[in-house]
């Protein structure tokens, strides 16, 4: 069983900072990429930002230079790094991660629960 769990949202100030967290759980897998999308009511669901296996990134234009993800024990625990916070940030945010299971020789997407951001004063 594979499951994501995100940690980290909460209220923050305009230009405030905060970092998401995402683990995952389940054994022998093979992670090919993890990322982060946002979604706000009302509008499309936006990617935000993805880390490959050999550590390539991706960053949405509305992010780059504020935002910076990474990840821990081989992409077993990812993070995004939010900086200069702005209210158009505020959005739900949900982990997703690209993942092969030996085991069934299955490889597909999984996703978190969702963490809120809330970028206010």
């Known amino acids: 069983q594979v499951q994501l769990v995100e940690s980290g949202g909460g209220l923050v100030q305009p230009g405030g900072s905060l970092r998401l967290s995402c683990t995952v759980s389940?054994?022998?897998?093979?992670?090919?990429?993890m990322g982060w999308y946002r979604q706000t009511p009302g509008k499309e669901r936006e990617l935000v930002a993805v880390?490959?296996?050999?550590?390539?990134?991706y960053f949405a234009d509305s992010v780059k230079g504020r935002f910076g993800i990474s990840d821990d024990n081989a992409m077993k625990t990812v993070y995004l790094q939010m900086n200069a916070l702005r209210p158009e940030d505020t959005a739900l945010y949900y982990c997703?991660?690209?993942?092969?299971?030996?085991?069934?020789?299955?490889?597909?997407?999984?996703w978190g629960q969702g963490t809120q951001v809330t970028v206010s004063s």
């Open positions: 880390i490959s296996g050999v550590g390539t990134t």
């Open positions: 389940g054994s022998s897998l093979r992670i090919n990429r």
């Open positions: 997703y991660g690209d993942i092969f299971r030996p085991v069934d020789i299955t490889s597909r997407i999984y």
